[in-house]
């Protein structure tokens, strides 16, 4: 599998996916909040406060120049999507609202799907006049309304939810609750409507199985009888798939991140597990550390990455090589594919593949070299 990188402003990225008639299927982006920050990393860490260190990036951009720079970039992806994808956009508290009203310009308000809550961080003391803000939000939207790739990842129940759910215990020690075996609507002619072992459904309300399967049902001991005759289905704990998936996430971020604002890999995973399937193209066009990139391919899909930054590029490069993908310049794009074995050890902003390349700034992020060497025709 073949996936691609390009390193430099993600707008003439994109405009390049559309010429080339590429496509994707699931996008998520992490864009920079509008913080007015500079983004520094030293030797060995990533943070934002200290006043030393390589800048990361900058993210200075604000206000209307920040929104309408987002805006544009949002319809060169929307160009890109295939028509069963959906887009994760990761934003803070003081720009969501701004962010939404954009995405609905951009997809529609029916192709709104979720505002998700994600608990970045524990509690923090905070008393000027406002709660401790631990959480950011993650709005999700699709192409079309009723196509979408959609796998959700069950989650497994605690032990007080297992309590709570299933209260009862059988002979054998298996936790097991019961629930209604009939459901809301009159079915007059219909066998879900009549006695089945001379009880009859309540007044409004139909068997939820035909005869044959409530039969079959009771035969495997599956359904429970009241003492007033009653019959309850019983669902096992221990067949229970897990709880469905909700708008509230809780993913901290990593303490000692390689770069900053690097979002947590196991949030992502779940992001890309629900709405991609194996082999199809995952974007991320704010890449940073390439935490979506390297989830991506993990996971067996082919990722396309952006970002015009240098100290990004070259904590990608890094990723990369642990999970054993080689760069090679093709063009404007970085290809990564698997690295033969006999090449690993040639890795590096000197490659061979590379022999003439002079590291050149790519954009305002770049005072460093970036490792990338594309030619960049923007
Ligand atoms: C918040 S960080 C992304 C962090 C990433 N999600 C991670 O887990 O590491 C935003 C990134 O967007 C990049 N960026 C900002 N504007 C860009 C642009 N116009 N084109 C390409 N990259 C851009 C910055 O260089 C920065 O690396």
């Known amino acids: 599998m073949q996936h691609l990188f390009y390193p430099a402003d993600n707008l003439a990225g994109l405009r390049l996916l559309t010429q080339r008639g590429i496509t994707v299927d699931l996008v998520y982006i992490d864009p920079p909040f509008a913080t007015n920050n500079e983004f520094l990393v030293d030797t060995d860490r990533a943070n934002t406060i200290s006043a030393s260190g390589r800048l990361a990036y900058s993210?200075?951009?604000l206000g209307s120049e920040y929104l309408d720079a987002l805006r544009l970039r949002l319809l060169a992806i929307r160009k890109v999507m295939s028509p069963t994808g959906s887009i994760y956009v990761h934003i803070d508290i003081n720009m969501e609202h701004h962010v939404r009203f954009l995405m609905d310009k951009v997809f529609g308000p029916r192709n709104f799907r979720n505002s998700i809550t994600r608990i970045k961080s524990n509690p923090k003391n905070f008393d000027r006049y406002s709660y401790g803000n631990i959480k950011d939000t993650i709005l999700f939207y699709s192409v079309s309304p009723s196509r979408i790739t959609w796998n959700p990842q069950r989650t497994p129940l605690s032990e007080d939810d297992l309590k709570r759910l299933y209260p009862r215990v059988d002979a054998d020690?298996?936790?097991y609750t019961t629930t209604p075996l009939h459901a809301p609507g009159i079915t007059r002619d219909g066998p879900t409507?009549?006695?089945w072992r001379g009880v009859r459904?309540?007044?409004g309300r139909h068997w939820r199985y035909p005869p044959e399967r409530l039969q079959e049902?009771?035969?495997a001991g599956l359904i429970h009888w009241s003492a007033t005759g009653n019959p309850r289905k019983i669902n096992y704990a221990d067949q229970t798939k897990g709880k469905m998936p909700q708008d509230v996430w809780e993913y901290k971020d990593p303490q000692r991140p390689l770069y900053p604002t690097e979002k947590n890999a196991a949030m992502i995973e779940r992001v890309i597990l629900t709405s991609s399937n194996p082999g199809d193209?995952?974007?991320?066009?704010y890449a940073g550390s390439g935490t979506t990139l390297v989830e991506a391919a993990k996971l067996g899909r082919r990722f396309i990455g952006m970002d015009d930054a240098p100290e990004s590029h070259r904590v990608i490069r890094t990723r990369m090589e642990d999970i054993g993908l080689a760069p090679k310049t093709e063009g404007d794009f970085t290809l990564f594919e698997i690295a033969p074995s006999d090449r690993q050890s040639t890795l590096g902003c000197?490659?061979?593949q590379n022999p003439n390349s002079e590291p050149r700034p790519v954009s305002h992020n770049a005072i460093h070299p970036s490792p990338f060497h594309a030619t960049i025709s923007a």
């Not at 193209?281 to 066009?285: G, P």
């Open 281 to 285: 193209t995952v974007l991320d066009c």
């Open 59 to 61: 993210d200075t951009t």
């Open 193 to 195: 409507g009549q006695r």
């Open 173 to 175: 020690g298996r936790r």
């Open 350 to 352: 000197n490659h061979p």
């Open 217 to 219: 049902l009771d035969d």
């Open 201 to 203: 459904p309540p007044r």
